[in-house]
């Protein structure tokens, strides 16, 4: 089990404030897209399409980079973040956006900070204080009550394939923000995703041959945002934002998420 971490400087966590909220804004996204998408495509082809789609600007990227392979000691987190964000959280995420809206799958992600918070604890080796818990824990009950009466209350089936999601996505954060600071945060996401990619790529192709074609414009659109940027771009700053200002602390700019996913929703 890892130490305690230092605390960042304040320069550096203000920096990681900063960019967690980047991709918090694009993140928020992420399920009215994933809404539309569902409309018309598969949910297994979104959530494992998305990841072998946005291995090909990653692996650009590794190349442009001359990005060395991770070590050893990198692959036990490497995998927690592909079971986690690139599998994990689009595929139940996706499967959720079925039955519910996507303001109502705000209502779970309301927890996401808190439980990247707990892993972060339990795996990265933070130690925030007792009044961070009880602000985390206060800060997800305001959120999720917002969410659940903004939603017209009550849950469905879909809320436990979010739950399902929230935790996996919550263990890939939590791992992907702590390698994030030894390899840095855009390699990690571009590695889970080429990693990923071969394991992922019959099974896509195999879904895409069942799926009914054409799809409307609005569906490509909704299906490229969450490839590019929730599954890409978004990464960027979040991972980077987690490994600057502490796991714990960037983590719970998430509670936004719900506010800013809600609004779009609406849009």
Known sequence: ????????????????????????????????????????????LIGFGRAVLAAIPAAM???????????RADWPPLAAVVIGVIVGFPVCSSIG????????????????????????AWLGGERPSKAFWLFAVAGSAVVLVFAWRSSGGGFATGDLWLLAAVVLGALGYAEGGRLARTIGGPEVICWALVVSAPLLLAPVAWLAARQTWPVDTTTVLAFGYVTLFSQFLGFFAWYRGL??????????????????????AGL
């Not at 519910?100 to 209502?107: K, T």
């Not at 200002?245 to 998420?257: I, S």
Request: proline content about 11%; overall charge positive.
């Open 1 to 44: 089990m890892p130490g305690p971490t230092i605390p960042p400087p304040a320069a550096h966590e203000a920096r990681g404030l900063l960019l967690g909220f980047i991709g918090v804004l694009i993140f928020s996204l992420t399920l009215p897209m994933t809404r539309v998408a569902v409309a018309q495509l598969d949910p297994w």
């Open 61 to 71: 990227y590794l190349a442009w980079r001359r990005a060395p392979r991770p070590l």
């Open 97 to 120: 956006m079925q039955t519910v809206p996507a303001s109502h799958g705000a209502i779970l992600v309301g927890v996401l900070p808190l439980a990247t918070a707990l892993f972060a």
């Open 243 to 264: 490994a600057e200002g502490g796991l714990a602390r960037v983590g719970q700019v998430q509670l936004l998420q719900v506010f800013l996913t809600i609004g779009f």
